[in-house]
């Protein structure tokens, strides 16, 4: 089934492609017919719109939307430009020159977003201060590493975690996105590597439930001491309480969640941030999901971020309204199975939190 749906994604990713460099040609052969501005931008745009409104009819959700949209700026974007450029060259030099210059900066830009920034990992470090708090005490959160080949990356990225010597590690959910029957193999190479560096800390590793998860993901963690929660539950560690949501709750914009210790810090931590819409006591929410949008633009920020939180919420921290704060971490991985791998404006994270006592 899953070899069936690859053919079948290939066989109209092909056709779409070749529909839109159809129209490219058509755009570029009007353009070179017509002798003013105006009509050429009108072409352009007509062009451009076509091709969108193709995108939108093959696609199957927002995620194909995106990867078809992908192909539309990165490829047909160049050879429009580079079109542009050729028919314009003798009778508008200066536009000519921009056009041929887009025509690079388009592919130069496709190859940063889709293989260096979804491999510059950042590490991020956030203090957080509170009079219920009475030791340091840091806290390495690693949400989505959501990938479907366990590669030098994915190493990179862990063995990090154990550097930075937490005393508490929080893994967010969907670690591994692929078929049901490559993804015992992939676990089991996780588990062995988690293994071999002593995958570890004083207070525990707590793992939750992410949405790409099958029922059968706690086998990533099997025989290392890792607790593995799927339903809420809550752990007094000592200098601070641990509330772990299952992913229902995470989802759950009307999730009620108590302090019985109010004396006590308390973090709360699901995959997905939504639940920081509900009536939390906590001092601290902790979540992903969000990838922090993969894609961000200045003054925008996130364009989607599959969650109901408010986009200025999905990565980094939030002063929420009852007076907690909300961690979002935008994520190791990105969106796999159709769903275009890139990341722009918005490097993988490694969020590290140290809390510490308030000084007076």
């Given at each position: 089934m899953c070899l069936l749906h690859y053919r079948l994604n290939k066989i109209v990713t092909i056709f779409f492609n070749f529909i839109l460099f159809v129209l490219d040609l058509a755009a570029l052969y009007w353009v070179r017919r017509l002798k003013s501005a105006s009509p050429w931008c009108v072409v352009m745009w007509v062009t451009i719109l076509a091709e969108i409104l193709l995108a939108a009819m093959f696609s199957r959700d927002h995620f194909d939307f995106a990867r078809l949209?992908?192909?539309?700026?990165?490829?047909?974007?160049?050879?429009?430009?580079?079109?542009?450029?050729?028919?314009?060259?003798?009778?508008?030099?200066?536009?000519?020159?921009?056009?041929?210059?887009?025509?690079?900066?388009?592919?130069?830009?496709?190859?940063?977003?889709?293989?260096?920034?979804?491999?510059?990992?950042?590490?991020s470090y956030r203090q957080i201060t509170s009079p219920k708090i009475h030791q340091a005490f840091r806290i390495v959160v690693l949400a989505d590493l959501q990938t479907d080949a366990f590669g030098d990356y994915e190493r990179g990225v862990l063995r990090r975690v154990m550097e930075e010597k937490p005393d508490l590690i929080l893994l967010g959910g969907d670690y591994i996105q692929i078929s049901e029957k490559r993804y015992g193999a992939i676990s089991r190479e996780i588990n062995a590597f988690l293994r071999e560096i002593r995958f570890a800390a004083p207070y525990g590793v707590f793992a939750v439930q992410g949405n790409v998860d099958p029922a059968s993901w706690t086998e990533i963690f099997a025989d290392l001491g890792v607790t593995c929660v799927d339903v809420r539950k809550s752990f007094d560690l000592g200098p601070l309480r641990l509330t772990c949501l299952g992913l229902f709750d995470s989802f759950n914009t009307s999730a009620v969640v108590g302090n019985p210790d109010p004396g006590k810090f308390h973090i709360v931590f699901g995959h997905a941030p939504n639940f920081a819409l509900g009536d939390i006591e906590a001092d601290l929410l902790v979540a992903g999901h969000t990838h922090g949008g993969q894609v961000r633009f200045p003054l925008i920020g996130p364009i989607v971020t599959n969650s109901r939180v408010p986009r200025s919420w999905a990565a980094g921290l939030t002063e929420l309204p009852g007076g907690g704060k909300l961690l979002v971490s935008r994520g190791i991985g990105m969106e796999r199975d159709y769903a275009p791998r890139m990341r722009f404006l918005c490097r993988p994270e490694l969020m590290v939190i140290d809390l510490a006592p308030q000084r007076e």
């Open positions: 949209a992908s192909y539309i700026v990165f490829l047909h974007g160049s050879v429009f430009a580079a079109g542009f450029a050729v028919i314009l060259f003798r009778e508008r030099k200066k536009l000519a020159i921009l056009c041929g210059a887009s025509a690079v900066a388009l592919p130069v830009l496709a190859y940063y977003v889709f293989l260096i920034e979804p491999l510059c990992l950042e590490t």
